[in-house]
């Protein structure tokens, strides 16, 4: 198939998909299944995890890993933190559901991970591609990783290798994986999420809690290191929060 034609019957799928969106919003059941069993766990073997807390204060506004959250607040300036970024806060609507950790191997590999779980607005996950890039990140390099994960079938990740080329610094290398959970569905691929999710509502009339799990690090540019570090804490990770 032409390339152009790949393309307009991508947007044709893309439009229907729209349209089953548009069209038949009003008799949609919401359903409360998801795809993911949560909170986050903080001990996994091999590595350890630390919820991710933001300020939202405008003058403090970074970013604070804690690791009692609740109880101590900002280190910086004492008020409250939350799991969620200010500049997510902002756009997203307010049940949407976040959950953010970051994990530590003994050799000194770290990896945060996140999973964001809409509310009863859907539209909250989007594809990452889209705000990545316009964070100044360029992706050097894009590929879909078949993962092993002990007792189901490999796992499909998208992984991005980012780079982040600033005049008068170093360059910064990191990664960015990521795939979707629904209800018994699981996707590394932002099409078929959308067709899913157009499918169930047309043929089911069911809109489910869709998650989206995200992973990122540093990579050595030289190597695919990461990909092995992604592996090893995934084989933890997933059995762990899968499941409903
Ligand atoms: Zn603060």
Not at 60 to 70: A, H, L, S
Not at 202 to 220: C, E, M, P, T
Request: with cysteine.
């Amino acid at each position: 198939m032409s390339g152009f034609l790949k393309h307009g019957l991508i947007c044709l799928l893309v439009l229907c998909a729209t349209g089953l969106f548009l069209g038949f919003g009003n008799d949609i059941t919401l359903s409360d299944k998801k795809g993911v069993h949560l909170p986050m766990p903080l001990e996994l073997r091999g590595w350890k995890g630390k919820p991710i807390s933001y300020c939202h204060d405008p003058v403090c506004y970074r970013k604070v890993p804690q690791v009692d959250r609740e109880a101590e607040g900002c280190q910086y300036c004492g008020k409250e933190v939350f799991q969620v970024n200010f500049g997510e806060k902002m756009i997203l609507s307010a049940d949407t559901e976040f959950y953010k950790t970051r994990y530590d191997r003994r050799d000194g590999v770290q990896i945060e991970s996140g999973i964001t779980l809409c509310g009863k607005d859907r539209s909250s996950i989007h594809r990452p591609e889209v705000c990545i890039t316009s964070q100044d990140w360029e992706i050097m390099y894009q590929e879909t990783v078949q993962f092993d994960i002990p007792g189901r079938e490999p796992l499909s990740v998208r992984v991005l290798d980012l780079t982040n080329k600033q005049e008068g610094k170093e360059d910064q290398h990191t990664y960015y994986a990521y795939w979707f959970v629904g209800s018994g569905r699981e996707t590394a691929d932002h099409m078929q999420r959308i067709l899913w999710m157009a499918s169930d509502r047309l043929l089911k009339g069911l809109s489910h809690r869709w998650a989206y799990v995200y992973l990122q690090g540093d990579r050595d540019p030289r190597t695919r290191e990461h990909i092995e570090q992604l592996g090893d804490l995934l084989s933890e990770l997933v059995p762990a929060v899968s499941g409903s």
